[in-house]
């Protein structure tokens, strides 16, 4: 594509002039945009076949952006809840993705309905019907609550979409100056507004204007609401409360389940209000807490709740999921997602839904879910300066490790990966247990010995330190 050589020198005279370090000068903006042998000139590409990739560390060193502190380790390949480095080391894989990869790795029946639905058609767009998105769209309504599904392409993108859909059904109340309450400690996202529901300041530093985020949020501490947004008319402007939005368990805030109370609270405020309650159920959802969706722990029925992580089994896909009168307040331009729901995410994500309903997913869940509480309880109960309780559903399982401990809950997921287990930290005093859904016995025993190998290690280099 050519600019017009005004509009390039245009584009570079504004960049220029709000440049703080003004590191361009006004003449170079002006030679860079008049030149057209800077503009239009087209250099051969670079196959990537040609880029020397003989340390893939070094490639992220240089060439990606440094948004995750990555642990000096580089996989290649997986076969259930095995993974294997560069180096032909094989690790059990109690992360699968951050609650991902809810069928392991290379799980058959996956690969095999991605791999097929490649040779037919991967995308097209959500200007036409496609049979995939339609069948899993009905899986997801059949099997909860819902009435009408929204596809997208991660966590962060259907928290959005529920938040969007929210303020759109404020308004349509009359309500100008929607409210949204969330749970401190939570984690909804990193989109500007999921992050701004994200009541963890730690993720809001910088991105601020005028010390603000987005307006419109509310915070209370998770299972203690007491109140509600008043209304006014300031103005001729109507305030109101337009959602509570919760995690029936909170994953990043440390294991955290919500109580029977603590909902039933929301569900009566959000019913006195005309508000709706979406649950997040992008971490705890898709039977990782031994029922499909987290919040029928909880014994309610949210009016939205979104899902992503396991739903495509490592595929990127989102969705929200609405019922009642919030299926309909999205129309036709209201919101869209332009790679949302095509039949290559829905081919995995329907991929995942046979295999849970033919292989009885839920009650493997059910049951590993108890014995890795049980031994867990035990090796706590070992080493009782160390760790602390242990709490969570399903296969969504954290211990706490105590203030006095001497080592943090990162410390001890890199002692675990020197024993060959993969676990990851949910905060800075829990480590979180999130091994695929497939997980069988063995498995489970086998991630508890090493894990109590990394703590009997961590003990005694503790005790022997001066």
């Known amino acids: 594509m050519h600019l017009h050589p005004s509009t390039l020198l ?4 504004t960049a220029a002039a709000f440049s703080p370090s003004h590191t361009m000068s006004r003449h170079s903006a002006l030679s860079v945009a008049t030149d057209p042998t800077l503009v239009s000139s087209t250099p051969s590409l670079i196959p990537p076949s040609k880029i020397d990739a003989s340390s893939v560390a070094s490639l992220f060193e ?28 094989k690790y059990l894989d109690f992360v699968s993705g951050i609650a991902t990869c809810a069928l392991g790795h290379a799980n058959p029946e996956l690969t095999e309905a991605v791999s097929t639905q490649m040779t037919k058609l991967h995308h097209v767009s959500n200007l036409y019907y496609t049979p995939q998105q339609a069948k899993l769209a009905a899986w ?69 204007y005028g010390g603000e985020m987005v ?69 705890v959802g898709m039977g990782r ?18 899902s992503a992580k396991a739903l495509g089994g490592g595929v990127p896909i989102g969705a929200m999921m609405a019922r009642g009168a919030a299926a309909d ?13 095509n039949p290559l995410a829905c081919a995995a994500g329907l991929a995942v839904a046979e295999y849970f309903s033919e292989h009885d997913v839920l009650s493997n869940v059910q ?19 160390v760790l602390g309780e242990v709490r969570g559903w399903g296969l969504l399982k954290g211990v706490v490790i105590k203030e006095d401990a001497g080592c943090t809950a990162a410390e001890l997921v890199g002692d675990a990966m020197k ?48």
């Open 215 to 283: 307006r419109g949020f509310r915070y209370t501490p998770y299972n203690d609401i007491n109140e509600t947004p008043e209304e006014d008319a300031k103005a001729g402007r109507k305030r109101g409360l337009a959602a509570i939005m919760l995690e029936p368990l909170q994953g990043e805030g440390g294991i955290r389940p919500g109580t029977l109370e603590f909902f039933a609270t929301a569900r009566k405020l959000c019913d006195e209000n005309g508000a709706l309650l979406i649950c997040d159920e992008v971490q």
């Open 10 to 13: 245009l584009l570079a005279a």
């Open 140 to 208: 997801l309504c059949e099997n909860s609550c819902a009435d009408k599904a929204f596809f997208c392409n991660s966590g962060a993108e259907s928290n959005e979409a529920a938040i969007k859909l929210a303020r759109r059904h404020a308004s349509n109340r009359g309500i100008t100056d929607p409210v949204i309450i969330t749970a401190e400690q939570s984690f909804h996202g990193r989109t500007l507004a999921t992050v701004t529901a994200t009541a963890q300041p730690k993720y809001h530093k910088g991105f601020t």
């Open 329 to 341: 307040v999205f129309g036709p331009g209201d919101h869209a997602s332009t790679y949302g729901g």
């Open 367 to 385: 049951e590993r879910g108890q014995q890795l509480s049980a031994g867990l309880e035990k090796i706590a109960t070992r080493y009782p300066s």
């Open 419 to 466: 024993e060959g287990l993969l676990l990851v930290a949910a905060g800075p005093s829990v480590v979180r247990f999130v091994p695929p859904l497939i997980v069988n016995n063995e498995e489970i025993d086998e991630a508890l010995v090493r894990f109590e190998k990394a703590i009997e290690k961590r003990v005694a280099s503790t005790s022997s330190s001066p």
């Open 62 to 89: 240089e060439r990606v952006q440094k948004t995750y502190g990555r642990y000096p380790i580089t996989f290649v390949e997986g076969k259930g809840c095995w993974l294997v480095d560069e180096e032909g080391t």
């Open 289 to 306: 807490s031994g029922t499909l969706w987290g919040h029928q722990q909880l014994n309610i029925e949210p009016d939205v709740f979104t």
